[in-house]
T-cell receptor, first 114, second 111 residues
Framework: EPEVTQTPSHQVTQMGQEVILRCVPI?????FYWYRQILGQKVEFLVS????????KSEIFDDQFSVERPDGSNFTLKIRSTKLEDSAMYFC????????????FGEGSRLTVL | SQQGEEDPQALSIQEGENATMNCSYK?????LQWYRQNSGRGLVHLIL?????REKHSGRLRVTLDTSKKSSSLLITASRAADTASYFC???????????FGSGTKLNVKP
């Protein structure tokens, strides 16, 4: 069964360092998303992406964050200068259709900022 | 809050009992979906109900939607220990590529 894959599964970084989280969405999907979940808390929308550009972003997704689809398969989330409060699970999701389709999630990347 | 709230925040029941979780949201929606998350894992889609539907069933799951009250409920019948997880509602916002999750209900089903 097709699945969304995320790497790395866990990354530890020092405050102020840049981090890139990678996702491979399901191949025929057109809409891509990043979410964040601080331990045990709610799943927060960060950004949606379609047709090689950002569709929507939340107030969390400030200038420190960026997303890119550098080739036909990868979808990346970059945090330029990490802060302690960026420590969280980051989930990538994709879906085929807007408005009617379910989201398919990866297993997440755990980011720990020291 | 990005979207809505769910209640209860936590629910503990015995195997075989029914579990009901409620979700409220704020905006106009295309559809509402329920997801399950096992601890530390990704979210898995359970069921989708469109804005023009009032009730939907899938196996042991029953979902209702009241758009006038901007609320939904998820009923899991004859619960099993394997149903222990967090359950989230998610709203697909009308005309926007936004997909917001509620705060979740942690369900514990005791064997």
């Amino acid at each position: 069964e097709p699945e969304v894959t995320q790497t790395p599964s866990h990354q530890v970084t020092q405050m102020g360092q840049e981090v890139i989280l990678r996702c491979v969405p399901i191949s025929n999907h057109l809409y891509f998303y990043w979410y964040r979940q601080i331990l045990g808390q709610k799943v927060e929308f960060l950004v949606s992406f379609y047709n090689n550009e950002i569709s929507e972003k939340s107030e969390i997704f400030d200038d420190q964050f960026s997303v890119e689809r550098p080739d036909g398969s990868n979808f990346t989330l970059k945090i330029r200068s990490t802060k302690l409060e960026d420590s969280a699970m980051y989930f990538c999701a994709s879906r085929a259709d807007l408005g009617t389709g379910e989201l398919f999630f990866g297993e997440g990347s755990r980011l720990t900022v020291l | 809050s990005q979207q809505g709230e769910e209640d209860p925040q936590a629910l503990s029941i015995q195997e075989g009992e029914n579990a009901t979780m409620n979700c409220s949201y704020k905006t106009s929606i295309n559809n509402l979906q329920w997801y399950r998350q096992n601890s530390g894992r990704g979210l898995v889609h359970l069921i989708l109900i469109r804005s023009n539907e009032r009730e939907k069933h899938s196996g042991r799951l029953r979902v209702t939607l009241d758009t006038s009250k901007k609320s939904s409920s998820l009923l899991i019948t004859a619960s099993r220990a394997a149903d222990t997880a967090s359950y989230f509602c998610a709203t697909d916002e009308y005309n926007f590529n936004k997909f917001y999750f509620g705060s979740g209900t942690k369900l514990n089903v005791k064997p």
